[in-house]
Nanobody
Framework: VQLQASGGGSVQPGGSLILSCAVS????????MGWYRQAPGKQRELAAS???????DYPDSVKGRFTIARDSAKNTVYLQMHRLKPEDTAVYYC???????????????????WGQGTQVTVSS
C-alpha cells in the first residue's frame, strides 16, 4: 500500500488549500483514512479522519474550517482547509488503516501506512 500526499504550499492567513492523498494497493472507501500534522517542535496531531462508514472526526482547532472527503473513483482522500491560520503551519501526513476497525475514532498508533508529508505554511 502506498500513499502519496500533495497539495501543500504557502498561503496567507485566511486563505485556502486542498491537500490530496492518492492511495494505491487498497481502497480508500474501505479504510479509515486520516490526516495528521506536525509542527516544528511539536507532536504529530490529528487534523481529520474518516472511517469506512463515513464518520468524520476533527479536533476543535480545525472544526468548521477543515473538511475531509474521499473520492472512491480516484481512490484519493482530500483535506479541504479554509480560513487558514499561522498555527496551521505544519507538515501534513496522510495515513491509512487497512485492517478492519469498528470504532469511530482511531488512535494514531493504529494506522498501518503513512504517506510522505506535505508542507503547509501560513504566513503573511
Amino acid at each position: 500500500v502506498q500513499l502519496q500526499a500533495s497539495g501543500g504550499g504557502s498561503v496567507q492567513p485566511g486563505g485556502s488549500l486542498i491537500l490530496s492523498c492518492a492511495v494505491s494497493g487498497s481502497s480508500v472507501s474501505r479504510n479509515v483514512m486520516g490526516w495528521y500534522r506536525q509542527a516544528p517542535g511539536k507532536q504529530r496531531e490529528l487534523a481529520a479522519s474518516i472511517t469506512a462508514v463515513g464518520f468524520t472526526d476533527y479536533p476543535d482547532s480545525v472544526k468548521g474550517r477543515f473538511t475531509i472527503a474521499r473520492d472512491s473513483a480516484k481512490n484519493t482522500v482530500y483535506l479541504q482547509m479554509h480560513r487558514l491560520k499561522p498555527e496551521d503551519t505544519a507538515v501534513y501526513y496522510c495515513g491509512a488503516r487497512t485492517r478492519s476497525w469498528s470504532r469511530t475514532q482511531l488512535p494514531m498508533n493504529e494506522y498501518d501506512y503513512w504517506g510522505q508529508g506535505t508542507q503547509v505554511t501560513v504566513s503573511s
